[in-house]
């Protein structure tokens, strides 16, 4: 079955950067998009980013455009999630996903497939 392993998580001060990294196994890496969510304490989990099989399309949440790059690499099957000039409001978990398309979609009902999560907290 599809395993999702998320790591790179951890305490980071505002303004400083984590690279989260999430390894597929279980099918065809390539042949499907991979999602990152957010859920913070009390609130509904939230879209990040999301990439098309080829790493060619890429689509970011608002709040983080600018900030956030998500790419991948079909060799390793590993999707990764660089964050900089991080922000207290980004304090969450971080899950990756994926689903049975190639191309971006936002929904979370779209992503039948997650990792545990990793834990990002920023400091203020």
């Known amino acids: 079955q599809v395993q999702l392993v998320e790591s790179g998580g951890g305490l980071v001060q505002t303004g400083g950067s984590l690279r989260l990294s999430c390894a597929a196994s279980?099918?065809?890496?390539?042949?499907?998009?991979m999602g990152w969510f957010r859920q913070a304490p009390g609130k509904e989990r939230e879209f990040v980013a999301a990439?098309?099989?080829?790493?060619?399309?890429?689509y970011y949440e608002d709040s983080v455009k600018g900030r956030f790059t998500i790419s991948r690499d079909n060799a390793k099957n590993t999707v990764y999630l660089q964050m900089n000039s991080l922000k207290p409001e980004d304090t969450a978990v971080y899950y990756c996903?994926?689903?049975?398309?190639?191309?971006?979609?936002?929904?979370?009902?779209?992503?039948?497939?997650w990792g545990q999560g990793t834990q990002v907290t920023v400091s203020s």
């Open positions: 996903a994926t689903g049975d398309y190639g191309y971006i979609l936002v929904s979370l009902a779209a992503y039948p497939y």
């Open positions: 279980g099918r065809s890496f390539s042949t499907y998009a």
């Open positions: 990439i098309s099989w080829s790493g060619s399309s890429t």
